[in-house]
């Protein structure tokens, strides 16, 4: 397998492929609203020769991009939503919203996507430079934020086509991404009675009591969780204002996380319960609405293999002296006690991550055989939802390390069209893994 070819076209496009992910980032539209982020990159797949749809109506910012109608199919996997809250004016190191309370790029999606569609890119080129038999899918994927996006599209039967899925992550330094936490996210929402709280108090049933009665009681619960599991929560509605009515309706929105499927849905089993307990307390009642399911990522030795092999080829990254000074800039004192480097040169190429994160990607790799990894594009110790990450995402070392991995993707997938040995392993990892797990 040539790299150099691959690192040929890819350098070709660099340019167009930079101001796609700047645009992305200065759009930073939120959860399924990605409406011009998503048509920015179809209209690019179609300049360069992809077969684009957008087949769900239910789904209007999903699409897939093609180029091959024969042989295995390489899937690789974009996201492009932003966070809301994070806005952030661009390199600078001091907290500085463009926008009050707007959205920014917080998690990096900016650069996912584009690198997908770099790689999605490259192996076109060397499909038709090499004569290999296949074809290439990339995939639009919205929503992954709070949504669960990917999950959406396995119902809509987004992936039926893929072969093997790749795909990757920004972060703070380099390595696989094969063992996020699975991760329920669950709205409840608490319904009383309002009562005028000084003349008549006793008629009233305070749905905000039931909410602080709930938090405190899984609070209580941490105590009593496996150490890997993760349980967080936001306030979507306090119930008014007025400090002289009772609230009626109060609702608070849980993230519920463990290290495996089972783990969450037990403990989700457990919070429910909790919330059914402040409502007897507090004489209400609670609605529990079950938003989005991340699954854990189900790993596949084959692949991460291949990963390492190519992530060991394309890193560590080299930076200039001005870009080590711009990393420093944006090091929050004491968020990496053990860093000795503004950006880490030394990427974590270990095949198992303990990850706090948890990724809808996960949902895919029980549906196909799929592989993730993560590159360093920020300063060391930058924490991704943070809006220092929002800043860096449009500074040279961000797009240094989208186009690495961009690179690490399309070597692995030209890899992977040329070896029919190598795409039978992976095929046969998935099944024992999954018969393994089930």
Not at 100 to 116: D, F, M, V
Not at 224 to 253: C, K, S, W
């Amino acid at each position: 397998m040539d790299m150099t070819r691959i690192a040929f076209y890819l350098e070709q496009s660099k340019d167009l492929f930079i101001h796609t992910s700047n645009t992305i980032w200065e759009y930073a539209e939120t959860r399924f609203e990605e409406h011009k982020s998503s048509k920015l990159q179809a209209d690019v797949m179609k300049r360069l020769g992809f077969e684009v749809c957008f087949p769900s109506s239910s789904l209007p910012t999903a699409f897939r991009a093609r180029y091959g109608t024969s042989g295995p199919v390489i899937g690789i996997l974009g996201e492009y939503d932003a966070l809301p809250g994070l806005s952030q004016k661009a390199d600078c190191p001091v907290q500085q919203p463009l926008i009050p309370q707007g959205s920014g790029h917080g998690c990096g999606h900016n650069l996912l996507g584009t690198a997908g569609m770099a790689a999605a890119l490259a192996v076109r080129h060397y499909i038709e430079d090499t004569g290999i038999c296949g074809s290439v899918v990339y995939y639009g994927c919205p929503g992954e934020e709070n949504g669960a996006g990917k999950a959406l599209m396995i119902e809509e039967h987004f992936f039926d086509e893929a072969d093997i899925m790749l795909s990757w992550h920004p972060h703070y330094k380099s390595g696989l991404f094969n063992n996020s936490l699975a991760n329920v996210r669950v709205t409840y929402t608490f319904h009383g009675k309002s009562a005028h709280a000084s003349l008549a108090p006793h008629l009233g049933r305070s749905a905000l009591d039931a909410c602080e009665l709930m938090n405190i009681g899984v609070n209580y619960l941490r105590e009593h969780m496996i150490p890997d599991a993760r349980v967080h929560y936001a306030y979507l509605n306090t119930g008014g204002t007025a400090p002289n009515i009772i609230p009626a309706e109060a609702q608070v929105f849980y993230a519920i996380r463990a290290p495996k499927d089972r783990d969450t849905g037990e403990l989700k089993e457990r919070v429910d319960n909790i919330a059914q307990g402040a409502a007897l307390m507090t004489g209400t009642q609670v609605t529990i609405k079950q938003n989005a399911v991340y699954r854990s990522f189900l790993p596949n030795s084959t692949l991460d293999q291949l990963l390492i092999k190519h992530l060991k080829a394309s890193t560590p990254i080299c930076y200039t002296e001005e870009e080590i000074r711009y990393a420093r800039a944006f090091q929050l004192e004491g968020s990496l006690p053990h860093a000795k480097l503004s950006i880490d040169p030394y990427p974590d190429l270990t095949l198992d991550r303990k990850s706090g994160i948890s990724t809808d990607a996960g949902n895919v790799s029980w549906e196909v055989p799929s592989g993730s990894f993560m590159v360093n594009c920020y300063a060391n110790g930058s924490p991704l939802h943070h809006w220092t990450v929002t800043a860096q995402g449009k500074a040279s070392i961000a797009h240094k390390g989208m186009l690495t991995a961009s690179r690490i993707i399309s070597s692995a997938a030209a890899e992977l069209l040329e070896n029919p040995e190598l795409l039978q392993n992976a095929r046969e990892d998935f099944k024992k893994a999954k018969s393994t797990v089930l």
